[in-house]
């Protein structure tokens, strides 16, 4: 036999699976813009679908970090505007 045979594949992933989902469960608890509700919630989706909602609900939340991380804060709209089309508004 090879390294590893099934069952230790089979053991390995396993364990990879449990530290994932253990690490994206604690950095649930960590997050301060979720309720306590919110959390647990989230938590349960990713011990009922492991890899799959642990690796959703991480790169959600995470691309909603980098939303607000934006320099004009992810808002939409407002400031100022470029108007180099060459359209005037003194009526010409």
């Known amino acids: 036999m090879g390294i590893f045979d099934d069952m230790d594949f089979l053991t390995i992933t396993v ?8 690490a994206v469960s604690f950095y ?5 813009d979720l309720e306590l509700f919110q959390k647990i919630a989230q938590v349960v989706i990713v011990w ?8 959703g609900l991480w790169l959600f939340h995470r ?3 980098t939303d607000n ?5 992810g808002s939409f709209g407002g400031g100022s505007q470029d108007s180099s ?8």
């Not at 991380?69 to 804060?73: D, L, M, R, V």
């Not at 089309?85 to 010409?92: F, K, L, R, V, Y």
Request: proline share 5%; glycine share 14%; no cysteine.
């Open 15 to 22: 364990v990879i699976l449990i530290i994932f989902n253990f």
């Open 28 to 32: 649930l608890f960590k997050r301060n």
């Open 48 to 55: 009922l679908f492991p890899f799959v909602g642990a690796i």
């Open 63 to 65: 691309s909603q970090d």
């Open 69 to 73: 991380n934006k320099p004009s804060g």
């Open 85 to 92: 089309i060459g359209i005037g508004s003194s009526g010409e």
